[in-house]
């Protein structure tokens, strides 16, 4: 299961309209899609002055191929309208994904090198 979100920083003020903006527009066409198990949206302070309000999108996927044949390469958000750019302060550059397998088996591969290092360092 891959977990794919990006964020979106926004004022208090236009937190709930940035949210159902962005739900609407990026979150509503995945629902459905082969492949994305679920979406959502979260709103939370943050207690910055900078950055006081993020709006948090996430939808989860069983496979790199599945969000791949969705999205495409390219995980970023999308370009902002005119009428997107008046709701935010400051959007990810980077999307986020979480591929706990992918977690997992890396940290295997790591353990299986300690366990190596170990025996060789033990004869």
Same mark, same amino acid.
């Not at 003020?13 to 527009?25: K, Q």
């Given at each position: 299961? %891959?977990?794919h =979100?990006? =964020?979106?920083?926004?004022?208090? #003020?236009?937190?709930d309209e940035?949210?159902?903006?962005?739900?609407?527009?990026? %979150?509503?066409? %995945?629902?459905?899609? !082969?492949?994305?198990?679920?979406?959502?949206t979260?709103r939370r302070?943050?207690?910055?002055? !900078?950055d006081p309000?993020?709006v948090?999108?996430? =939808?989860?996927?069983? =496979?790199q191929a599945?969000?791949?044949?969705? %999205?495409?390469?390219d995980?970023?958000p999308p #370009?902002l309208?005119?009428?997107? &750019?008046?709701?935010?302060?400051?959007?990810?550059?980077? &999307? !986020?994904?979480?591929?706990?397998?992918?977690? &997992?088996?890396?940290?295997?591969?790591?353990? &299986? #090198?300690?366990?190596?290092?170990?025996?060789?360092?033990?004869?």
């Amino acid at each position: 299961m %891959l977990r794919h =979100s990006w =964020s979106v920083w926004t004022t208090p #003020e236009l937190a709930d309209e940035a949210a159902a903006h962005f739900e609407r527009e990026l %979150l509503d066409p %995945l629902r459905g899609v !082969e492949g994305c198990t679920a979406t959502m949206t979260v709103r939370r302070p943050t207690g910055s002055r !900078e950055d006081p309000y993020e709006v948090r999108l996430t =939808s989860m996927w069983t =496979s790199q191929a599945a969000l791949r044949a969705a %999205l495409g390469d390219d995980w970023r958000p999308p #370009e902002l309208t005119p009428d997107e &750019a008046r709701l935010v302060l400051r959007v990810a550059l980077k &999307a !986020e994904v979480d591929d706990p397998e992918a977690r &997992a088996a890396a940290a295997e591969r790591a353990r &299986a #090198e300690e366990r190596r290092r170990q025996a060789e360092f033990h004869d």
